[in-house]
């Protein structure tokens, strides 16, 4: 078994900032890559950035340049930093990750989501 849990959601105004994170835990030999995704109300989810376990990055479009992604592999947690932000940012953010678990299986875990609203 393994558990992503985030925390750092919550209510900012636009151009404010927030920082997420996302902590893994249970049966985990080794991460791969891990990411960040959203949904808002009544949309389908969709992908917000990445970032492989060497530390290499991917944004949306819509991240470049306001949202940064980091990774601590020592502790297995996954950070979105998230600046500028928009009212079209409001939605759950989830994390996900690319996991092989203790028993070598490779498996894909999500947390349960975290609510960001921005206001206007």
């Known amino acids: 078994q393994v558990h992503l849990v985030e925390s750092g959601g919550g209510l900012v105004q636009a151009g404010g900032s927030l920082r997420l994170s996302c902590a893994a835990s249970?049966?985990?030999?080794?991460?791969?890559?891990m990411h960040w995704y959203r949904q808002a109300p009544g949309k389908q989810r969709e992908y917000v950035a990445s970032?492989?376990?060497?530390?290499?990055?991917n944004y949306a479009d819509s991240a470049k340049g306001r949202f940064t992604i980091s990774r601590d592999n020592a502790r297995n947690t996954v950070t979105l930093q998230m600046n500028s932000l928009k009212p079209e940012d409001t939605a759950v953010y989830l994390c996900?990750?690319?996991?092989?678990?203790?028993?070598?299986?490779?498996?894909?875990?999500w947390g349960q989501g975290t609510q960001v609203t921005v206001s206007s």
């Open positions: 249970g049966s985990i030999f080794s991460i791969d890559a």
């Open positions: 996900n990750a690319d996991f092989t678990t203790t028993g070598r299986a490779r498996i894909s875990g």
């Open positions: 970032i492989s376990s060497g530390g290499s990055t």
